[in-house]
Protein backbone atom coordinates (compact mmCIF):
# COMPACT_ATOMS: atom_id res chain seq x y z
CA UNK A 1 0.00 0.00 0.00
CA UNK A 2 0.92 3.49 -0.39
CA UNK A 3 2.95 4.91 2.77
CA UNK A 4 4.63 8.62 3.62
CA UNK A 5 6.81 7.66 6.52
CA UNK A 6 7.81 11.43 8.06
CA UNK A 7 11.30 11.84 10.43
CA UNK A 8 13.02 14.98 11.33
CA UNK A 9 10.83 17.09 13.78
CA UNK A 10 11.73 18.13 17.20
CA UNK A 11 11.62 21.33 19.76
CA UNK A 12 13.78 24.12 18.89
CA UNK A 13 14.54 27.56 19.55
CA UNK A 14 13.49 30.57 17.75
CA UNK A 15 16.04 31.65 15.00
CA UNK A 16 17.14 27.49 14.35
CA UNK A 17 16.46 25.30 11.27
CA UNK A 18 15.42 21.81 11.14
CA UNK A 19 14.91 19.79 8.33
CA UNK A 20 11.75 17.31 8.25
CA UNK A 21 12.16 13.75 5.74
CA UNK A 22 9.14 12.23 4.42
CA UNK A 23 9.78 8.70 2.58
CA UNK A 24 7.50 7.39 0.41
CA UNK A 25 6.80 3.77 -0.73
CA UNK A 26 4.01 2.10 -2.47
CA UNK A 27 3.78 4.04 -5.47
CA UNK A 28 6.19 5.32 -8.43
CA UNK A 29 7.59 8.57 -6.53
CA UNK A 30 9.08 10.22 -9.52
CA UNK A 31 5.69 10.13 -10.95
CA UNK A 32 3.85 12.39 -8.73
CA UNK A 33 4.18 16.56 -7.11
CA UNK A 34 5.07 16.58 -3.76
CA UNK A 35 3.74 19.07 -1.08
CA UNK A 36 4.04 19.88 2.82
CA UNK A 37 1.12 21.55 5.30
CA UNK A 38 1.25 22.34 8.70
CA UNK A 39 -1.59 22.28 10.93
CA UNK A 40 -1.16 24.71 13.91
CA UNK A 41 -3.44 23.45 17.37
CA UNK A 42 -7.13 24.99 16.28
CA UNK A 43 -6.30 26.53 12.85
CA UNK A 44 -6.66 24.52 9.63
CA UNK A 45 -4.09 22.77 7.80
CA UNK A 46 -2.27 25.26 5.34
CA UNK A 47 -0.26 24.96 2.50
CA UNK A 48 3.74 25.51 2.92
CA UNK A 49 5.39 24.06 -0.11
CA UNK A 50 5.15 22.26 -3.50
CA UNK A 51 7.89 20.43 -5.74
CA UNK A 52 7.43 19.26 -8.92
CA UNK A 53 8.13 15.88 -10.17
CA UNK A 54 11.72 15.84 -10.78
CA UNK A 55 12.57 18.68 -8.61
CA UNK A 56 12.47 21.36 -11.53
CA UNK A 57 10.10 23.56 -9.99
CA UNK A 58 9.27 24.99 -6.28
CA UNK A 59 6.03 26.58 -5.01
CA UNK A 60 6.11 28.27 -1.50
CA UNK A 61 3.14 30.08 0.75
CA UNK A 62 4.18 33.82 0.90
CA UNK A 63 5.35 33.68 5.19
CA UNK A 64 7.77 30.74 3.86
CA UNK A 65 9.30 31.95 1.21
CA UNK A 66 13.37 32.74 1.61
CA UNK A 67 13.28 30.78 4.81
CA UNK A 68 12.05 27.39 3.82
CA UNK A 69 13.08 24.96 0.95
CA UNK A 70 11.73 21.98 -0.39
CA UNK A 71 13.65 19.43 -2.27
CA UNK A 72 13.77 15.78 -3.38
CA UNK A 73 15.66 12.76 -3.90
CA UNK A 74 14.07 10.59 -6.55
CA UNK A 75 16.28 7.87 -5.67
CA UNK A 76 15.50 7.78 -2.29
CA UNK A 77 12.35 8.10 -2.70
CA UNK A 78 12.03 11.13 -0.27
CA UNK A 79 10.72 14.58 0.11
CA UNK A 80 12.38 17.27 2.31
CA UNK A 81 11.99 20.62 3.90
CA UNK A 82 14.57 22.51 5.30
CA UNK A 83 13.28 25.27 7.46
CA UNK A 84 15.35 28.46 8.66
CA UNK A 85 14.77 31.20 11.21
CA UNK A 86 11.83 29.46 12.26
CA UNK A 87 9.71 30.86 14.75
CA UNK A 88 6.85 30.72 17.63
CA UNK A 89 4.09 30.82 14.69
CA UNK A 90 5.67 27.92 12.81
CA UNK A 91 4.53 25.41 15.86
CA UNK A 92 2.94 23.09 14.30
CA UNK A 93 2.28 19.61 12.77
CA UNK A 94 3.86 19.54 9.49
CA UNK A 95 2.42 16.72 6.84
CA UNK A 96 3.82 15.45 3.60
CA UNK A 97 1.78 14.60 0.57
CA UNK A 98 1.39 12.83 -2.89
CA UNK A 99 -0.64 15.45 -4.98
CA UNK A 100 -3.06 14.28 -7.48
CA UNK A 101 -1.48 14.70 -11.26
CA UNK A 102 -5.03 16.05 -12.10
CA UNK A 103 -5.27 18.67 -9.85
CA UNK A 104 -4.28 22.07 -10.72
CA UNK A 105 -4.93 23.94 -7.21
CA UNK A 106 -1.75 23.00 -5.64
CA UNK A 107 -2.59 25.13 -2.29
CA UNK A 108 -5.85 23.03 -1.30
CA UNK A 109 -5.68 20.04 0.65
CA UNK A 110 -8.23 18.68 -1.68
CA UNK A 111 -5.44 18.30 -4.75
CA UNK A 112 -3.70 15.64 -2.41
CA UNK A 113 -4.51 12.10 -1.93
CA UNK A 114 -1.68 10.29 0.24
CA UNK A 115 -0.66 11.70 4.00
CA UNK A 116 2.33 11.38 6.15
CA UNK A 117 1.91 10.27 9.48
CA UNK A 118 2.50 13.87 10.40
CA UNK A 119 5.48 15.11 12.53
CA UNK A 120 5.44 18.03 15.87
CA UNK A 121 7.61 21.17 15.40
CA UNK A 122 7.76 23.41 17.95
CA UNK A 123 9.52 26.59 18.06
CA UNK A 124 10.44 27.82 21.39
CA UNK A 125 10.95 31.41 21.92
Known amino acids: QVQLVQSGGGLVQAGGSLRLSCTASGRTFSSYAMGWFRQAPGKEREYVAL????????YYADSMKGRFTISRDNAKNTVYLQMNSLNSEDTAVYYC??????????????????WGQGTQVIVSS
Open 97 to 114: AFKRPSSSDYGSTSSYDY
Open 51 to 58: ISRYGGST
